[in-house]
């Protein structure tokens, strides 16, 4: 039975069949594929059938409404309900797999059958395909406090694509948990099915793709900055409830460090907005910026004032 499904949301046509080709070209054979048109107004039908049309492995759908524009997460899990397999992968439009990614991938979840949840090695490449960043990857698995307190170091490279999940577990948690923009709903999710831990690859076997064209390259829309911020702040809400799981039995000042790495991550995200939204929503971000990270509200003003205002 085919254990794999790569689930690809599609919309853009720009990497698409580079995307494809990585996929096509894995060493391990068996699986399956299905991309799904988000009613884009590209012809990605025809970059299908001309990449991979000839291969039964992969299936083409399209939306008959778009999903993207009203909630990205909405056509994750529309495609994760589709899943018939024991493991699936979201994958994009735009990144890039190395050929073993599914070998080493398998390996690690024979060696730990309890984990719900891998993660393979990755690292940034521009639109050009060129290797903008890399990270360091030295445990091979990682409990889920542990596997939290990684995500939050700085050289991670995020994207959900380079995730191996359990198909089940994930939708016996509710699927993947729906903020703005799908901003931080992948971390959020992650920590939920990592309740067994996750297992990592120590070789690099995914690349990220930061470019002009997708969302988290993009900067500068006041509208995105706002749906940016209010996501940011889901997040922030959604880790203060779920870190009380750990209140117990843990080390509490490794349970600091972890409160402290989060609470800078809103920071530094909403410095980049600031730039870009439009008054009334930062205000009304700072006014509703709870107590508890009261201690970043000066720093978030005076930057807002030194950047937005230009004094």
């Given at each position: 039975m085919t254990k794999y499904t790569f689930l690809l949301p599609a919309y853009k046509p720009y990497f698409l069949a580079e995307a494809l080709e990585s996929i096509k070209e894995q060493a391990y054979t068996d699986f399956k594929v299905i991309v799904s048109d988000d009613c884009s107004p590209h012809d990605l039908k025809s970059i299908f059938e001309k990449t991979c049309g000839d291969d039964p492995r992969f299936v083409f759908r399209r939306n008959e409404k778009n999903m993207g524009g009203?909630?990205?997460?909405?056509?994750?899990?529309?495609?994760?309900?589709?899943?018939?397999?024991?493991?699936?992968?979201?994958?994009?439009?735009?990144?890039?797999?190395?050929?073993?990614?599914?070998?080493?991938?398998?390996?690690?979840?024979?060696?730990?059958?309890?984990?719900?949840?891998?993660?393979?090695?990755?690292?940034?490449?521009?639109g050009k395909g060129k290797v903008k960043a890399e990270e360091d990857v030295t445990d091979e698995w990682l409990d889920n406090l542990h596997f939290i307190h990684r995500i939050y170091?700085?050289?991670?490279?995020?994207?959900?694509?380079?995730?191996?999940?359990?198909?089940?577990?994930?939708?016996?948690?509710?699927?993947?948990?729906?903020?703005?923009?799908?901003?931080?709903?992948?971390?959020?999710?992650?920590?939920?099915?990592?309740?067994?831990?996750?297992?990592?690859?120590?070789?690099?076997?995914?690349?990220?793709?930061?470019?002009?064209?997708?969302i988290s390259g993009q900067w500068g829309n006041p509208i995105d900055s706002r749906k940016k911020m209010i996501a940011t702040?889901?997040?922030?809400?959604?880790?203060?409830?779920?870190?009380?799981?750990f209140d117990c039995g843990v080390d509490k000042e490794f349970l600091s460090t972890i409160e402290r790495e989060y609470k800078y991550k809103i920071y530094t995200n909403i410095q980049s907005y600031i730039y870009s939204c439009y008054v009334k929503d930062f205000l009304r971000f700072l006014v509703k910026c709870p107590n508890d990270l009261g201690l970043f509200k000066p720093r978030m003003l005076a930057h807002y004032l030194r950047n937005k205002i230009k004094i």
């Open positions: 009203k909630s990205l997460v909405s056509h994750w899990n529309l495609l994760v309900d589709m899943c018939d397999t024991e493991y699936f992968i979201m994958a994009s439009d735009d990144d890039v797999y190395e050929p073993e990614f599914l070998v080493e991938a398998d390996k690690l979840l024979v060696k730990y059958p309890k984990a719900n949840l891998l993660r393979a090695r990755s690292r940034v490449i521009d170091q700085k050289d991670w490279v995020g994207g959900i694509a380079s995730f191996v999940y359990r198909t089940k577990h994930l939708k016996d948690k509710g699927n993947f948990v729906d903020f703005p923009s799908a901003w931080f709903s992948d971390d959020v999710t992650n920590f939920l099915v990592a309740d067994e831990g996750c297992c990592m690859t120590q070789h690099t076997t995914f690349n990220v793709r930061n470019s002009d064209v997708n702040y889901m997040n922030y809400d959604w880790m203060k409830t779920y870190m009380h799981r």
